[in-house]
């Protein structure tokens, strides 16, 4: 399976962290944020890895190269930043079938391998988590009917409706612009 990871912002929340390098360099736990996420791909079954970059690009391509542990990585330019739908939709390209997407700059306690896999057992596309309502106001949150099933997603909104969030690795069936 492939894995798509978003890596083309700046990441201007983190100010000076970001001035000089794009936030996948910037080191969580001694290490850049990108080999969190590309560990937490390889991790849960990716056999590739497309990296979408743009600010500071030519430094995540000298830091991590052609591979990952082994496993290949190639990259996409994303000149213009229209939000996430339009960063993967720039991996259409080089994606075949269901794919895993982790954002670029989430780090995971812990092995998403069995979340992947429920994913993909349930016919789903993402894993929720319940949260509180004061951390679901810094999330993805997650809207539901009736029957459980997604019907929209509000990034970090002020009045959350529910304290489902994402979890920010989702399983997808392919991309098509």
Same mark, same amino acid.
């Given at each position: 399976?492939d894995a798509?990871?978003?890596?083309?912002?700046?990441?201007s929340?983190?100010g000076?962290?970001?001035?000089?390098?794009p936030k996948?360099?910037?080191e969580?736990?001694g290490?850049?944020?990108?080999a969190? &996420?590309f *560990?937490?791909?390889?991790? %849960?079954? #990716?056999d590739a890895?497309?990296?979408? $970059?743009?600010?500071?690009? /030519?430094?995540?391509?000298?830091?991590?190269?052609d591979?990952?542990?082994?496993?290949?990585?190639?990259?996409?330019?994303?000149r213009e930043?229209?939000?996430?739908?339009?960063?993967?939709?720039q991996?259409?390209?080089?994606?075949?079938?269901?794919?895993?997407?982790v954002?670029?700059?989430?780090?995971?306690?812990?092995s998403v391998?069995? &979340?992947? *896999?429920?994913?993909?057992? %349930?016919? #789903?596309a993402?894993a929720v988590?319940? $949260?509180s309502?004061?951390? /679901?106001?810094?999330?993805?949150?997650?809207?539901?009917?009736?029957?459980?099933?997604?019907?929209g997603?509000v990034?970090?909104p002020?009045?959350p409706?529910?304290t489902?969030v994402?979890t920010?690795?989702?399983v997808l069936?392919e991309l098509?612009p």
């Open positions: 399976m798509v990871i978003p890596a083309a912002g700046r990441g929340r983190i000076e962290l970001t001035a000089d390098r996948g360099l910037v969580v736990a290490r850049p944020l990108l969190h &996420a *560990e937490t791909a390889v991790d %849960a079954g #990716a890895l497309v990296v979408i $970059v743009g600010y500071e690009a /030519a430094q995540i391509v000298d830091r991590f190269g591979d990952f542990a082994g496993v290949p990585i190639t990259y996409v330019h994303q930043r229209l939000g996430l739908g339009h960063t993967v939709l991996a259409e390209p080089h994606v075949d079938g269901t794919f895993l997407l954002n670029g700059d989430n780090v995971f306690a812990g391998a069995p &979340a992947v *896999e429920a994913i993909g057992e %349930a016919d #789903a993402l988590e319940e $949260v309502p004061a951390v /679901a106001t810094t999330a993805g949150v997650v809207e539901t009917d009736e029957a459980g099933r997604v019907t997603l990034e970090k002020a009045e409706s529910s489902l994402t920010k690795c989702y069936p098509s």
